[in-house]
């Protein structure tokens, strides 16, 4: 099983950046479809963003489209969420997920992280 590690997330007010980077130990990365999600307080967990072991399939919810960019390193085993233009309602903890592919496939994630605390000011 992988294990991932968020980090990045902080404080930043709106129309500001962060990247989060998501690190996976225990198994090579390449072979798992790595996802982004969000959980904003009393709010059901949502999909944001996905890539494929290659990097060559991306996937995006619309609400971030045109201001996320997901992209991967395999060589350093990491996963990384450059997030731009934010708005106060991206405020949530952001957890990534492995999972074996397609994406679209009816089975959950392998593995999921800790998670990283997004917070945007208005």
């Known amino acids: 099983q992988v294990q991932l590690v968020e980090s990045g997330g902080g404080l930043v007010q709106a129309g500001g950046s962060l990247r989060l980077s998501c690190a996976a130990s225990?198994?090579?990365?390449?072979?798992?479809?790595i996802g982004w999600f969000r959980q904003a307080p009393g709010k059901e967990r949502e999909f944001v963003a996905a890539?494929?072991?290659?990097?060559?399939?991306?996937y995006y919810a619309d609400f971030v489209k045109g201001r996320f960019t997901i992209s991967r390193d395999n060589a350093k085993n990491t996963v990384y969420l450059q997030m731009n233009s934010l708005k106060p309602e991206d405020t949530a903890v952001y957890y990534c997920?492995?999972?074996?592919?397609?994406?679209?496939?009816?089975?959950?994630?392998?593995?999921w992280g800790q998670g990283t605390q997004v917070t945007v000011s208005s």
């Open positions: 890539i494929s072991g290659s990097g060559g399939i991306k």
């Open positions: 225990g198994r090579t990365l390449s072979n798992y479809y």
């Open positions: 997920a492995a999972k074996p592919g397609p994406w679209g496939a009816p089975r959950p994630p392998d593995s």
